[in-house]
């Protein structure tokens, strides 16, 4: 078993090997190629077949068709392969201009992926957003799947949905546009230097600010598919949980990679600079139960660490996919471990990590998010805290992993 999960295992892919064995024995490969093509145009992409004896998984064949004649190779990527896309190569049929690759996911997947046509490389955890642009710039959606895409700039996505009638109330919360305010704040900041930015959504109505989320990545969240305050204001309005507002704390592209790994006092801006800045402009409440910081990803894990700080001003964590096993260029895997058992927040802290079960990558030595994010629950769980993990059959992008956070957040903040 190559990962954890024992998914994104290769599998065989029922149609293209009938397609092959077809054209070793047809006079015409060129009507049963194009026979090929429109049954996939009818019936849809990714193909998913049943696989002999598996009741959880099934067989999920991507496709790509070269219309060029020039396609060298077809790396799978995305929100279901985050790291070594040329590790996941769709391969040409020979003689055909039919790419495949067939794996073994799980028969209820959500994800979004993308296609990375002749594209080398993998994503480097030390390398900068903006520095990684022109090969990220280069990602397709399926051409094969357009009644799904998420065309969210600047990475326009399909998606896989195997079972679309599952948490039909958290999708319709999590799709509703929200109303209310959202009002942009610049401060100077001494300990990362220069201008921030933040937002401040704000439900609709008069009644006061009983919880605060303070998010990372705000910037990213904003732009981005199922932004939380969608969820949000449906939670509020359907009093199941009390008026609360998100503050999203920006994390710039240039900068990210070195705020989420602590090579800066990113905990030193929020805890001393930020948070005293919004509560100069809001009144919003105090008491650490009522404050809860967030973060997907490499904000998962500055959630966490932020919440460690000595102020301790946060008493509720959610960190998604937590990027907690990474390190510094030239430090060892899960150093942050070491620094959140070093100084622990208050014991009375709520903590919920989510993950998805096809977060399997790994690059370098360090662990799989799958993996850290079970490795720091049972941090968590050996200290006492209170711990909730909560994984799906998900991979790392917006799209999916935003159900695993609207649980949380229901977790959390529903009495």
Not at 20 to 28: G, M, S, V
Not at 373 to 388: N, P, Y
Request: aromatic share 10%.
């Amino acid at each position: 078993m190559r990962y954890e999960t024992g998914w994104r295992e290769p599998a065989t892919g029922r149609r293209v090997e009938a397609l092959r064995a077809e054209l070793a024995t047809t006079d015409d490969r060129a009507k049963v190629i194009a026979e090929f093509w429109a049954e996939v145009e009818t019936e849809g992409a990714p193909l998913v077949a049943p696989i002999d004896g598996d009741d959880d998984g099934v067989a999920v064949t991507f496709l790509w068709r070269d219309d060029t004649g020039t396609t060298e190779h077809v790396g799978l990527g995305g929100g279901l392969v985050l790291n070594d896309w040329e590790q996941h190569l769709l391969r040409r049929l020979p003689d055909t201009d039919v790419f495949h690759l067939t794996l073994r996911l799980p028969r209820d997947t959500r994800v979004a992926y993308q296609y990375a046509p002749d594209i080398h490389g993998h994503w480097d955890p030390w390398l900068e957003t903006a520095e990684q642009w022109p090969v990220y710039s280069r990602f397709v959606h399926d051409p094969l799947n357009p009644p799904a895409h998420l065309d969210r700039d600047p990475y326009p996505s399909s998606v896989l949905d195997l079972d679309p009638g599952r948490d039909v109330d958290l999708v319709a919360a999590l799709d509703r546009p929200a109303s209310g305010s959202l009002t942009e704040h610049q401060l100077v900041s001494t300990a990362l230097g220069g201008e921030r930015h933040y937002w401040v959504y704000l439900p609709p109505g008069e009644e006061p600010v009983e919880n605060v989320l303070w998010s990372f990545d705000g910037a990213n969240c904003l732009g981005g598919i199922r932004p939380p305050q969608n969820l949000v204001q449906s939670l509020v309005s359907s009093g199941t949980i009390a008026r609360t507002a998100i503050v999203f704390i920006d994390n710039p592209y240039q900068s990210r990679q070195a705020e989420v790994l602590f090579e800066v006092p990113l905990d030193e801006f929020v805890c001393n600079e930020l948070v005293p800045h919004v509560r100069s402009h809001y009144e919003f409440p105090a008491e650490r139960e009522r404050n809860i910081i967030a973060g997907f990803s490499g904000g998962g894990e500055a959630a966490i660490i932020t919440a460690a700080h000595e102020s301790a001003l946060f008493g509720k964590v959610i960190a998604g996919s937590p990027g907690i096993a990474y390190m510094r260029r030239g430090h060892e895997p899960r150093e942050l471990y070491a620094r959140f058992r070093a100084a622990l927040p208050p014991q009375d802290t709520r903590f919920v990590l989510t993950v998805g079960e096809l977060e399997v990558d790994r690059v370098y030595d360090i662990p799989s998010l799958y993996t850290a994010a079970h490795e720091f629950t049972e941090i968590l769980q050996e200290a006492q805290f209170d711990v909730t993990l909560f994984t799906g059959p998900n991979g790392h992008d917006y799209f999916s992993s935003h159900v695993l956070f609207a649980r949380g957040l229901q977790h959390l903040l529903t009495p």
